[in-house]
């Protein structure tokens, strides 16, 4: 490791020394998180701002704090911002939310940003909400959609506004059961991340079929992760239980309808049991009460499901 005292010919293998200038005295713990500072030295060799992007992405760095970078840099935190304009400019490197920054790969820097699935679990954790990816970002994930969502659906409790990352939307939906919710964490490029099992993207997809593009690209997903056998029926049951119980009649009756479209099976049982007591609901709440009643899920089937499957 580089240090000020170390002879001329002793090797380093952090920074190039053509990319370094000396800095004011540094902070000695925030320092060593980059593996960067000598122990034994008062002294930290710190990077141009034109090497700071290449610098990070070489050590797995891919989201990173505005101290950090200032400790890096050997500049004060409120001038970081100026510090970076150039890389800023050529798409080296991008602000995500006060404070924090992300290094754009070279192959990502004509979109502004890299796909806010690689940092959007640091970028949650920054801003100290639970976090999950769902609805049709989700069952994507899961390999359940042919509809490309149109933005990153991000489920929080937090209000937070919908922003734009380079030319990638991120659209937070605020539930207050987030945390509450069954998830599961799945690798990226980067990391891991967050994502609605495929049991709670039913149930949500379901819930607010607006998020889904409607109730007929429900169907699509529902019926696909029925087909792929990704739905167990106890989770299902077990999932239930924290929505409306007229959720649970409309996933139900989606459910055996699309099973039977494509020639899957699922075991509704233990999930019929919960609402075989539930009053008549509509399948499309958002329609009047006409069309035929399903007496199994007390449906009133009000509308056509249309689907593509």
């Known amino acids: 490791m580089w240090s000020p005292r170390a002879s001329a010919h002793q090797p380093h293998s952090v920074v190039n020394l053509s990319a370094i200038r000396r800095p004011r005295q540094p902070n000695l713990a925030l320092s060593s998180r980059f593996g960067i500072l000598d122990r034994v030295t008062s002294q930290l060799a710190v990077l141009k701002p034109s090497s700071l992007t290449d610098w990070l992405l070489e050590h797995g760095r891919h989201f990173v704090t505005t101290p950090e970078i200032a400790e890096l840099l050997g500049v004060s935190a409120t001038s970081v911002p100026v510090t970076l304009h150039r890389a800023r400019t050529a798409n080296k490197i991008v602000s995500v939310t006060k404070g ?6 070279p192959a990502h820097r004509s979109a502004g940003a890299p796909p806010p699935v690689q940092f959007i679990d640091e970028l949650m954790n920054h801003l100290g909400h639970p976090y999950y990816i769902g609805f049709l970002s989700a069952a994507r994930i899961h390999g359940a959609s042919h509809q490309v969502p149109m933005s990153l659906q ?21 539930r207050s059961a987030t945390a509450e919710r069954a998830t599961e964490r799945r690798q990226t490029e980067t990391g891991s991340l967050n994502v609605s099992t495929p049991e709670t993207t039913v149930f949500d997809l379901v819930d607010a079929p607006g998020q889904g593009a409607g109730l007929g690209n429900v169907a699509n997903v529902m019926g696909e992760l029925v087909l792929d056998g990704r739905l167990d029926p106890q989770l299902l049951t077990d999932v239930a239980k924290q929505y409306p119980l007229a959720v649970t009649q409309r996933a139900g009756w989606i459910l055996e309808h ?20 539930a009053a008549t609901t509509p399948l499309d709440p958002e329609l009047p009460r006409v069309g035929d009643r399903d007496p199994r899920w007390r449906v009133c089937v009000n509308t056509d499901l249309e689907h593509d499957l």
């Open 154 to 174: 991000v489920v929080t409790p937090a209000h937070l506004r919908d922003r734009r990352i380079g030319d990638h939307p991120v659209r937070f939906i605020r």
């Open 258 to 277: 699309m099973a039977d479209q494509v020639g899957g099976h699922i075991d509704l049982e233990a999930l019929h049991h919960a609402v075989s007591d």
């Open 100 to 105: 924090a920054w992300v290094p754009v790969p």
